[in-house]
């Protein structure tokens, strides 16, 4: 089976890592890997392929500038010619970017059946990109690959079909559970930072609505200068590009913060295990905090990641001072600590292998083929 693999963003690289190496250990695969340059810089890109040992791409667009819908239509003709010149059997595509939306249609349109890595995942909020590139890429796909129980009835309330969803975990619990050790021992973070386990907090921002609203950013770094913690953030380069554009670098200047380039993988998840709590925006880092059983704070006003919530590991806080401040001292207390569902939702690290074994079964019996007779019966 010819598998054709879009990657372009920091957390696909890492979502998709587990996969592609079971890929590689399988003889019945070819594997083609395409990056759409979306994320450029070594730190956000090329760094994950060589710590997480997988091969560079076979070629990379260079796509990373423009409006969403210059983005999104660059690819799409950068792509369509490299299916057309490829010819794969299926096209991988993970998450919610636009490198998502772009790989996803583009085959489609040729025919070629598409799997999407994280489906049915809802934010029930259009003013996110992520959300629509989500919706979208779902409902053109032929192998939708779940997460959890809810997001397999959100795709069948929308009228997929269940023969269509396959449910398992989540790769990227597989991704820092195999990694753990390497991280936590092999990386020198917390002595090169002064740190010492559980005496900070560890933020990182980057959601188009926290970092693109001046109001909104401003609101969160100026709560986060009246906490009383030293604060790790390495920051997104989306994100000091705002600080710059806004003038808001002078609330960075505290004593609190202690800021860094974007880490690494193995020093990040250093960074997250021995911090006292994690402030985020982010999808996967949500997800990575429960499989730590580290306290997080979601600086969002939602979630997709609904488990985390209900398990009590997890506080949305949005951009809201009292909401942050009151969250931080919730998880403070012994008490409320000892009340969290630490029971992982998403897996014991071991979905890829399952999810790779499921594709190829589907090709083998004819069964990854473009969806027909779409509307429930
Ligand atoms: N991450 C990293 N270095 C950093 C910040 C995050 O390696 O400085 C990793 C983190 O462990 C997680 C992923 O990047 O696996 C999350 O990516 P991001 O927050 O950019 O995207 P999202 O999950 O929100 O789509």
Redesign the pocket.
């Known amino acids: 089976m010819k598998i054709l693999i879009i990657s372009g963003?920091?957390?696909?690289f890492?979502?998709l890592a587990p996969i592609i190496d079971e890929i590689l250990q399988n003889d019945e695969f070819e594997l083609y890997q395409l990056h759409t340059g979306q994320h450029f810089d070594e730190?956000m890109s090329k760094?994950?392929f060589s710590e997480l040992n997988i091969p560079l791409p076979d070629s990379n667009l260079d796509i990373n500038r423009g409006t969403h819908a210059e983005l999104v239509g660059r690819m799409l003709i950068e792509i369509e010619k490299i299916l057309i010149e490829q010819k794969p059997d299926a096209v991988l595509v993970a998450?919610?970017?636009n490198s998502t939306i772009a790989g996803g249609l583009a085959a489609v349109k040729l025919q070629i059946p598409v799997i999407h890595l994280e489906s049915g995942l809802r934010s029930f909020d259009y003013r996110m990109p992520?959300e629509i590139n989500r919706r979208l890429t779902d409902h053109l796909s032929s192998l939708l690959i779940t997460t959890s129980s809810t997001a397999t009835e959100t795709l069948i309330s929308e009228g997929i079909k269940e023969s269509w969803i396959f449910q398992t975990g989540d790769t990227?619990v597989d991704?820092?559970l195999n990694n753990l050790d390497r991280a936590v021992e092999g990386s020198k973070m917390l002595t090169n930072l002064g740190l010492e386990e559980k005496d900070y907090l560890l933020l990182?921002l980057?959601?188009q609505e926290n970092v693109d609203d001046k109001e909104r950013l401003k609101a969160i770094l100026e709560t986060l200068n009246e906490l009383n913690y030293k604060i790790v953030y390495?920051i997104?380069p989306r994100t000091m590009n705002r600080i710059q554009h806004f003038e808001l670098g002078y609330l960075l200047k505290s004593e609190n913060f202690i800021l860094?380039?974007?880490?690494?993988?193995l020093?990040?998840?250093q960074l997250?295990k021995h911090a006292k709590m994690i402030l985020?925006?982010?999808?996967?880092?949500?997800k990575?905090a429960l499989t730590l059983k580290v306290p997080c704070i979601t600086l969002r006003d939602n979630t997709e990641w609904v488990e985390t919530i209900e398990q009590g590991t997890n506080i949305l806080a949005g951009a809201e001072k009292e909401k942050i401040l009151a969250a931080v001292t919730y998880f403070n207390n012994r008490i409320n600590l000892e009340k969290i569902k630490w029971d992982n939702p998403y897996g014991d690290g071991t979905s890829s292998k399952v999810m790779v074994q499921e594709i190829l079964k589907r090709f083998k019996e004819d069964k990854l083929t473009i969806p027909t007779h779409y509307m429930i019966e």
């Open positions: 963003a920091r957390p696909q890492i979502k730190n760094i994950f998450g919610d970017t992520e990227m991704g820092i990182t980057h959601r390495p997104h860094t380039d974007p880490l690494g993988y020093d990040f998840i997250e985020t925006d982010s999808g996967g880092i949500q990575e």
